[in-house]
C-alpha cells in the first residue's frame, strides 16, 4: 500500500466516502474496499490510482476498515433463492414453480 489516510466520511448506503490524506481528500467507493467496510475515523492504507471516468484520483485495495460485515448488507442486494435476494426489493428466495401457458386462454 503506497498511501494512508484516515476516513473522513463512508456512507454504508450509499457505498462511498472520502479518505483524508496530507496531500487532500481522495474518493473510495465501496467495491474498493479489501477487508472490513470503513467507518468515519478509521486509520487505512491504499493504493491511489487514476480514475479514468472521472478525470480524478481514487482510492483502491482499502485495507484497515473496522466495520462489522453485518454494515454491507444494502438494501438491494444479497441473499439466497432462485427469486430474488435479501435486499429491500428482493425476498428469501422461493419454491419452483411450474410454469402455464396461458396464450391459448386469451381471446
Not at 9 to 26: A, L
Not at 71 to 84: D, I, Q, W
Given at each position: 500500500?503506497?498511501?494512508?489516510?484516515v476516513?473522513?466520511?463512508?456512507?454504508?448506503?450509499?457505498g462511498?466516502?472520502?479518505?483524508?490524506?496530507?496531500r487532500?481528500d481522495?474518493?473510495?467507493h465501496?467495491n474498493?474496499?479489501a477487508?472490513n467496510?470503513?467507518?468515519?475515523?478509521?486509520?487505512v492504507f491504499?493504493d491511489e490510482?487514476?480514475?479514468?471516468?472521472k478525470q480524478?484520483?481514487?482510492?483502491?485495495?482499502v485495507q484497515?476498515?473496522t466495520?462489522?460485515h453485518?454494515?454491507?448488507?444494502g438494501?438491494?442486494?444479497g441473499?439466497g433463492g432462485?427469486?430474488g435476494?435479501?435486499?429491500k426489493f428482493?425476498?428469501?428466495?422461493?419454491k419452483?414453480?411450474?410454469?402455464?401457458?396461458?396464450?391459448?386462454?386469451?381471446?
Amino acid at each position: 500500500m503506497s498511501c494512508a489516510g484516515v476516513v473522513k466520511f463512508f456512507n454504508v448506503t450509499k457505498g462511498y466516502g472520502f479518505i483524508t490524506t496530507e496531500r487532500g481528500d481522495v474518493f473510495v467507493h465501496a467495491n474498493d474496499v479489501a477487508g472490513n467496510p470503513l467507518q468515519e475515523g478509521d486509520e487505512v492504507f491504499f493504493d491511489e490510482v487514476f480514475d479514468e471516468m472521472k478525470q480524478k484520483m481514487r482510492a483502491s485495495q482499502v485495507q484497515g476498515g473496522t466495520g462489522s460485515h453485518m454494515m454491507n448488507k444494502g438494501k438491494f442486494g444479497g441473499g439466497g433463492g432462485k427469486f430474488g435476494g435479501g435486499g429491500k426489493f428482493g425476498g428469501k428466495g422461493g419454491k419452483e414453480i411450474d410454469v402455464v401457458d396461458v396464450s391459448c386462454l386469451v381471446q
